[in-house]
């Protein structure tokens, strides 16, 4: 039984060796316990990484802790009290923080975890970087399958010297009371040093709750093939290498299936990694190996000696120099192994071409991404990787539309994970082919944003801003293409929300949409700007009001006037739910009006002529010129009723449409669509309110075919 123990720490906060080198000391005896405190009375601190102690004139190290940590190193532990753990050491530079949320999520896949946060009580930021580490563990604990436990340990409280000292300790109390975490004031840098008996009590208490989810999910079956897998001494297995594991003996099963069920069952309680790429199969027997190598490697800092130059500053990564750099490795596997963490994305090369990420390797090599493909070159994006500024043309756009995602507490933020995330969700959709070319067209990228233009017309922006407390939505459209403006924002909030969702349900943001009248670029800030609510835009729509009400009682702004180009008829089809139900935004308060209830049932005759045409043209924006094949759709006979109107009004399509709306309301065609298209038993095409929308959506989109209107739930 494995328990994995998350050590994390920043640069700011207190030296991570310090608790290593204790873990790994408390291992042995009770004597060398007391030798560690005592060597602990001096230590010798640089870039705040431990790189010995000092006592009495001599330097003493803990053999298999390494000075500086390069990503994340795992140390295998047992302990009497503790049991067996994997302790792992989590490096605390900013380039790493994505790819440590990464690794986390993965590490917690099936099995809960122990995070351990150090806080240096006498560090100026120390607050500061235990808001965002909390941050960062929550979202992660909070996606775990199993419970997960959170100590702070603060350390050096016995050398507190003045008040902002003593400030800023209760500052930490009052944060762990909030965040319902388990704390611990340590000092163990003498002897008898208070607090270590409690912070190892504590330590042993949470491992075994882990410990005793586990035994609950894990058989003897189990330990035995994950004995077998050990057995092989290979950290890779391919499927091949598993079913000769199985030739001498019982446990392993002889059928495909039979060995991929068993592994997904060891991958179920988080004791290896089952990679599937098309027909190949990879087990990887210890994720901590790989972890360590490929991010450690990949995503060093500049100063480190683990540093490889194998990306630019755009985050394009060639497949043969990743194979360069682990030649040992399955290319394909460790493709899978890194997009598996949401860390890269394979894209075409062709796509690339339509960036602003491959200029800087065509002006370095002279080759352009299509010479370099019909060469069999392959490219990886790593959104992590990308560290260029937003260009300066992006300050010069004009925007119709905008959007937010606020976090609401003082201390959240979106993490770096968020937005590299969804930067590879966007980028994959662009790449796609897609029917209408929603997504596939010219992009720009930079650290904490991109914009593309989609070729319909249309314009989009999506930033990290406010020192990464908000998501912000941009958009803008040429004339006449509000239509493709109002269903593109529509599929990027919903991928934002989906995202948030996601990755860090955990913090608590409310959308907002900024005021038509504030939309100058660049928003750095958006809660500078006039805000309003989407619950309070919704609410009013649901409840038929034209304006929004203050927080004070007084009239706000008018709805319309906030979302200009489009329609309010149909409330489950805004833009601004991003294809979520209602129910989801407004929460279980939401209960639909009684006008709505009658409203979305009341048969549609002549006397609601106005709110067709209101609906039809006004709103939905439906040319006057479709009137004939409207008309057919609608059951109106061509001959003579459809040729009438056209004769009457010489061929004007404003009039012929209001005559042609008006016949149908008359029910003066009772036309029956065919067997085929209509259920037993209809007489005439009848069409509520709530329907409406429905079918101006089919013919917006030019699918004028005979349409199965019981399918549609018309009656």
Request: proline share 3%; glycine share 6%.
């Amino acid at each position: 039984m494995i328990v994995i123990l998350s050590l994390i720490s920043s640069r700011n906060l207190v030296p991570l060796k310090y608790l290593i080198q204790l873990i790994l000391m408390l291992t042995f005896s009770l004597w060398v316990i007391l030798e560690l405190v005592k060597v602990l009375l001096v230590m010798h601190v640089i870039n705040d990484k431990a790189t010995g102690f000092i006592a009495l004139g001599s330097i003493r190290n803990v053999k298999g802790v390494v000075p500086c940590t390069a990503g994340i190193i795992p140390y295998k532990l047992q302990h009497r009290t503790l049991g067996n753990i994997i302790l792992h050491d989590f490096a605390g530079h900013s380039e790493y923080y994505s790819s440590h949320s990464a690794v986390i999520e993965n590490l917690l896949h099936g099995s809960g975890g122990v995070f351990l946060i150090l806080v240096n009580i006498l560090e100026k930021e120390a607050v500061k970087q235990l808001h965002q580490w909390l941050t960062v563990v929550r979202n992660e604990a909070h996606k775990a399958l199993n419970q997960c436990h959170v100590i702070v340990i603060v350390s050096h409280v016995d050398k507190i010297s003045n008040p902002v000292e003593r400030k800023r300790k209760e500052e930490i109390k009052e944060i762990i009371v909030r965040e319902s975490c388990d704390s611990i004031f340590l000092d163990c840098r003498k002897l008898g040093g208070s607090g270590v008996d409690s912070f190892f009590k504590k330590l042993s208490s949470a491992c075994e709750s882990i410990r005793s989810t586990r035994r609950n999910k894990s058989n003897l079956y189990d330990h035995e093939m994950y004995r077998l897998l050990v057995q092989r001494k290979e950290n890779i297995l391919t499927l091949s290498d598993v079913m000769s594991v199985g030739k001498d003996n019982y446990v392993i099963p002889d059928k495909r299936e039979d060995i991929l069920d068993a592994l997904h069952s060891l991958q179920s309680i988080g004791l290896i990694s089952v990679l599937k790429s098309e027909d190949k199969v990879w087990v990887v027997v210890n994720k901590g190996i790989l972890l360590t190598e490929v991010n450690g490697t990949l995503f060093a800092p500049k100063i480190f000696k683990e540093r490889v130059e194998i990306a630019s500053n755009t985050g394009v990564v060639s497949v043969s120099d990743l194979t360069r750099l682990f030649p040992k490795y399955d290319p394909d596997m460790l493709i899978c192994f890194l997009k598996n963490m949401e860390l890269c994305q394979e894209l075409d090369p062709s796509f690339l071409e339509m960036t602003n990420l491959i200029a800087g390797d065509k002006k370095e090599t002279g080759d352009s991404a299509l010479e370099t493909q019909r060469r069999g070159g392959r490219f990886l994006f790593f959104p992590c990787l990308l560290s260029t500024d937003k260009p300066q043309k992006m300050t010069s756009e004009v925007y119709q539309f905008g959007w937010c995602l606020q976090c609401t507490r003082e201390h959240d933020f979106f993490s770096p994970r968020y937005f590299h995330v969804l930067s590879l969700h966007l980028a994959f959709k662009m790449a796609q082919p897609q029917e209408d070319d929603k997504l596939m067209r010219r992009c720009t990228f930079w650290k904490n944003g991109l914009y593309w233009f989609n070729g319909h017309g249309v314009g989009s922006l999506v930033e990290i801003v406010d020192e990464s407390q908000c998501v912000l939505v941009m958009m803008s459209c040429e004339k006449g293409y509000s239509d493709n403006m109002v269903s593109l924002r529509r599929d990027v909030i919903g991928e934002v929300m989906s995202v948030y969702k996601e990755s860090c349900s955990s913090l608590k943001a409310k959308e907002l949409v900024i005021d038509p009248k504030e939309l100058a670029y660049p928003v750095n800030t958006p809660r500078e700007r006039t805000l309003h609510s989407v619950k309070d835009i919704l609410s009013a729509i649901d409840k038929r009001e034209e304006f929004l009400v203050k927080s004070d009682g007084t009239k706000g702004k008018k709805v319309k006037e906030i979302l200009l180009d489009e329609s309010l008829s149909d409330i489950s089809n805004l833009s601004l739910l991003g294809g979520r139900d209602i129910k989801e935004v407004l929460g279980d308060t939401y209960t639909p009006t009684d006008y709505n209830k009658v409203q979305d049932h009341k048969l549609l005759d002549i006397k609601d002529l106005d709110i067709v045409i209101e609906e039809l043209t006004t709103n939905q924006h439906l040319p006057c010129a479709v009137w004939r094949r409207l008309g057919l759709h609608l059951g109106l006979y061509h001959k003579p009723r459809l040729v009438d109107i056209d004769e009457k009004h010489g061929g004007d399509p404003v009039k012929c449409f209001y005559e042609c709306m008006s016949a149908w309301l008359r029910e003066e065609d009772k036309e029956v669509l065919g067997d085929t298209c209509t259920p037993k038993g209809a007489q005439i095409i009848i069409l509520t309110i709530g329907n409406l929308v429905d079918i101006v959506r089919v013919l917006k989109h030019g699918h004028f075919q005979a349409i199965r209107w019981f399918d549609l739930g018309y009656r």
